[in-house]
């Protein structure tokens, strides 16, 4: 009797065990948004068509939702459990222009939480999502850049109105995932901030290529936020803003929320135009730390491929910091660190603790730029323990230092057109 309950008992293990395999085999089930109803015109808008084909795939046990051939208007969509996005080789989501397609939602925005426009596409709350492919996301952002305008037009001499405005919404928002990927995409004309990894863990980002047009202002390409385990690769970004930033929240509120972003990699990817190549702040009242940045090229007039910024109101610590073997191309800058970045009125109060920077380490930094840079500290919080390794930078003008201690440049060869190469201007 034993023995047989024992032999059926192990019968329906092997059972369990091969329709296991079986069922892992099985591809996910796609679900075609044009098979539902989407239609690929570029004008019509099918915002409730492609959610509702995310929902069914959702609640059939998940799958993956294809966006084929074809232009698919859309305003905001939202990825729920068990649904991945795969948008095909000529396949092109693009964001409508409608602000009534983006509805407001609960999320941080520039370092605050508060409600805001919901992104072009949202992943919230979701474990082991993917969105990938050879397609497109297009937000439209230069169709937004010329709605203002008209608007801006038609307000001269109007009444004035109390309704309040909008935000543009950001092109993607990972909030609150974890263990998700997206890759080998172009993202293309985020309206505002391209790809936007919000209270996230373990995150991959793989060969992204992201465009914006440089008429298009805050068109940042990937920001970190209050995030950590997250790694970049492969990616080649030119836009009007920073290529790259790594945020923890602004002012007050970042203090209140203290999540810092950290163990944060960052390599072989193209900065072409914009502010930065890959940014610390201005949002650091959270805290950034080990993060590395190796194996990147920075190019075509970008403004400063390693940056730092912050102000006196952040607060927060920024801390092992690591830039390595990148090449810099025609750059406007090497190194710009600003801990009195844009202080345009009015201007928050101090931190009770100021905000720091320190052990920061630049290891086989070479290339041609136009200024060496400004290393700019706080008098009461002055910049600390940066060094330099087998760097090699030819430059018009010199590297100007204020407010640094413990400050190592003996591996630093600077060669200058004009001046000194390095310009002390404080006691430290």
């Not at 948004?33 to 015109?41: K, L």
């Not at 909008?166 to 995409?185: E, T």
Request: aromatic residues 6%; glycine residues 10%.
């Amino acid at each position: 009797m034993i023995r047989r309950n024992w032999l059926l008992l192990t019968a329906q293990f092997i059972v369990l065990v091969v329709l296991a395999s079986f069922s892992a085999r099985q591809p996910a089930k796609r679900y075609d948004i044009a098979a539902y109803g989407a239609v690929a015109d570029g004008q019509t808008i099918n915002t409730q068509t492609i959610q509702a084909t995310i929902d069914k795939c959702s609640a059939a046990g998940g799958g993956t939702v294809v966006v084929p051939k074809g232009t698919f208007r859309t305003g905001a969509i939202f990825l729920k459990r068990g649904v991945n996005l795969l948008i095909e080789k000529d396949g092109v989501l693009k964001g409508s222009t409608r602000p009534e397609d983006y509805p407001q939602v609960a999320t941080r925005w520039e370092g605050t939480e508060q409600q805001f426009t919901a992104a072009l596409l949202n992943a919230t709350d979701l474990t082991n999502v993917t969105i990938e492919g050879a397609g497109t996301i297009d937000g439209s952002g230069e169709e937004w850049v010329e709605l203002a305008r008209q608007a801006r037009l038609q307000e001269k001499g109007a009444v004035s109105t109390t309704a309040p405005r909008r935000g543009r919404p950001r092109l993607i928002c990972f909030q609150n995932c974890r263990k998700a990927r997206i890759a080998n995409l172009k993202l293309n004309n985020q309206a505002v901030w391209g790809l936007h990894i919000l209270y996230c863990t373990g995150m991959v980002v793989e060969n992204l290529t992201i465009r914006a047009a440089h008429n298009i202002p805050s068109s940042d390409g990937i920001d970190v936020d209050s995030s950590r385990d997250v790694r970049i690769s492969g990616c080649d970004i030119d836009v009007n803003d920073d290529c790259i930033s790594i945020k923890s929240g602004k002012d007050a509120d970042g203090l209140r929320v203290n999540r810092p972003s950290e163990d944060i990699l960052i390599e072989k990817t193209r900065f072409g135009y914009g502010h930065g190549g890959v940014a610390m702040g201005s949002e650091t009242s959270g805290g950034i730390r080990r993060v590395t940045v190796r194996n990147c090229v920075a190019e075509a007039d970008n403004w400063a491929p390693i940056r730092f910024k912050s102000q006196p109101s952040r607060g927060g610590v920024v801390e092992d910091i690591t830039y390595r073997d990148m090449v810099l191309r025609n750059t406007r800058q090497a190194f710009e660190f600003n801990m009195e970045w844009r202080m345009v009125p009015p201007v928050a109060p101090p931190a009770q603790v100021l905000p720091v920077v320190r052990n920061v380490k630049l290891i086989n930094i070479t290339g041609t730029v136009t200024a060496g840079g400004r290393i700019h500290g706080l008098k009461d919080s002055p910049i600390e323990n940066v060094s330099f390794r087998n760097c090699v930078v030819t430059a018009q003008k010199g590297l100007v230092l204020e407010n640094v201690r413990g400050l190592d440049t003996s591996g630093l060869k600077l060669t200058v057109a004009e001046g000194e190469a390095i310009v002390r201007r404080d006691a430290q």
